[in-house]
């Protein structure tokens, strides 16, 4: 979820959520499991975390995201006067405040701190680069490969909308940087040179220590990706690598090509692929583009059967379709912002059960925590994470426990998977 907030907004949330102090969100619970649920909850809130995706880092660290959205509308999970501002400050300051965290764990032992409070073993750092005040050993990279899909002039892609007008500069930039990473001075000669430079960038960054690659291209363009063969795409590359605009249709065939060339590299990688494949913020993200079923054909191809596939956010609206998409053997789903701040813990409930009862094995928790502002950061977020999956999942189970469709020990199995153990094993 790309994160188009009004932040003057948000910094005011915790000011004006102060009035609520011992209130916060809550799943409503079936009369007949909530004795369940007042069992579960304990023993899951106790289960470590492994954060499947986040942005961690501070506010104005342009490393954390090259696609910023400009600023849109926003849940009401995010807008003023939601107590769970005050429960978040409550779980990580205290009352100490967020600068005596800071004053006692300096560096890198800030953000381990902030893991620490909330029961995060492991977070997912979806950036640029990775920044020294990131300990490797709690934070593992996962790197934007979406510039190598816009080699050419984009200035005729940029012209579509404001977003896009605010996307595109940025991978240009990054499109330049990976030049100058892997060593070249020019384009490519030809498309077998600009593939390989593809491939080196996955190899480079895999080498420097990142364990996915991640594609935003959902802000960018629909799912449907044709198959276009490589003799129609070897004169688009040779007409602009120069120079010129392509129209949209040639971008769009150069992109197909080069975006199952990723696919099948990080196959070979082993390196896994995640998508964003939500809805979006910004005023003009397609929703119908995003839609699973677009993207379904790539991912039941047999040619990528060896590519690990993360659907980011869990495809809602779409959820209902991604749970069956995700029980191919190489397809997971991830939580984040669905279950964070679109939801509140008594809908997210309801996501969970039906993800849960058809299969549990293939639903990962993440957070998608990412700083706001210099009030609202990163910290503020995981908190909302945690908090909604502990309290949905206990809920979620509590009721199929009641609804005599698992055991008790069942439940606790299906929550250590998807708070932990799932995604856990996809890294290992």
């Given at each position: 979820m790309k994160h188009g907030v009004a932040a003057l907004a948000l910094a005011a949330a915790a000011t004006i959520a102060a009035t609520h102090a011992s209130a916060q969100s809550r799943p409503l619970v079936a009369p007949e499991a909530a004795a369940i649920y007042q069992r579960l909850l304990p023993q899951i809130s106790?289960?470590?975390?492994?954060?499947?995706?986040?942005?961690?880092?501070?506010?104005?660290?342009?490393?954390?995201?090259?696609?910023?959205?400009?600023?849109?509308?926003?849940?009401?999970?995010?807008?003023?006067?939601?107590?769970?501002?005050?429960?978040?400050?409550?779980?990580?300051?205290?009352?100490?405040?967020?600068?005596?965290?800071?004053?006692?764990?300096?560096?890198?032992?800030?953000?381990?701190?902030?893991?620490?409070?909330?029961?995060?073993?492991?977070?997912?750092?979806?950036?640029?680069?990775?920044?020294?005040?990131?300990d490797p050993a709690r934070f593992k990279w996962v790197f934007y490969i979406d510039?190598?899909?816009?080699?050419?002039?984009?200035?005729?892609?940029?012209?579509?909308?404001?977003?896009?007008?605010?996307?595109?500069?940025?991978?240009?930039?990054?499109?330049?940087?990976?030049?100058?990473?892997?060593?070249?001075?020019?384009?490519?000669?030809?498309?077998?040179?600009?593939?390989?430079?593809?491939t080196r960038v996955l190899e480079d960054h895999q080498r420097r220590?990142?364990?996915?690659?991640?594609?935003?291209?959902?802000?960018?363009?629909?799912?449907?990706?044709?198959?276009?063969?490589?003799?129609?795409?070897?004169?688009?590359?040779?007409?602009?690598?120069?120079?010129?605009?392509?129209?949209?249709a040639e971008y769009k065939t150069f992109q197909d090509f080069v975006f199952r060339h990723v696919l099948t590299e990080c196959g070979r990688l082993h390196l896994p692929v995640h998508l964003h494949s939500s809805a979006g913020a910004g005023d003009y993200f397609s929703i119908a583009g995003v839609n699973l079923l677009n993207l379904e054909p790539v991912l039941r191809d047999p040619r990528y059967l060896s590519t690990t596939f993360v659907l980011i956010h869990g495809g809602y609206p779409f959820d209902q379709q991604a749970i069956f998409i995700a029980m191919m053997k190489n397809v997971w789903l991830d939580s984040s912002a669905t279950g964070s701040f679109l939801m509140y813990p008594n809908q997210f409930k309801d996501v969970l059960k039906r993800w849960f009862e058809i299969q549990p094995s293939k639903v990962t928790y993440g957070s998608d925590a990412f700083p706001v502002d210099a009030s609202i950061g990163t910290e503020e977020l995981y908190w909302f994470g945690v908090h909604n999956a502990r309290t949905a999942a206990a809920a979620a189970l509590a009721e199929m426990i009641a609804a005599r469709e698992i055991t008790e020990p069942q439940a606790l199995v299906i929550a250590r998977g998807y708070l932990h153990d799932n995604a856990a094993a996809l890294y290992r």
């Open positions: 106790r289960i470590k975390i492994f954060d499947h995706h986040a942005h961690p880092g501070i506010a104005g660290d342009e490393e954390i995201d090259p696609a910023p959205v400009p600023e849109g509308a926003m849940p009401l999970r995010l807008t003023p006067g939601n107590p769970d501002w005050a429960a978040a400050n409550r779980a990580l300051w205290g009352v100490t405040g967020k600068g005596r965290l800071k004053s006692l764990h300096p560096g890198a032992a800030y953000f381990n701190a902030v893991l620490d409070k909330l029961g995060i073993e492991t977070s997912i750092a979806n950036r640029i680069t990775m920044s020294a005040d990131l510039p190598v899909l816009f080699p050419f002039d984009t200035s005729g892609l940029a012209a579509r909308n404001s977003d896009q007008a605010a996307f595109m500069p940025n991978q240009a930039k990054l499109q330049r940087r990976f030049r100058q990473q892997a060593g070249l001075t020019a384009a490519a000669a030809d498309l077998a040179g600009y593939l390989g430079f593809v220590g990142a364990v996915a690659a991640k594609f935003e291209i959902a802000y960018f363009r629909s799912f449907v990706f044709d198959d276009p063969p490589r003799d129609s795409v070897e004169p688009i590359y040779a007409r602009y690598r120069d120079g010129g605009v392509p129209s949209a």
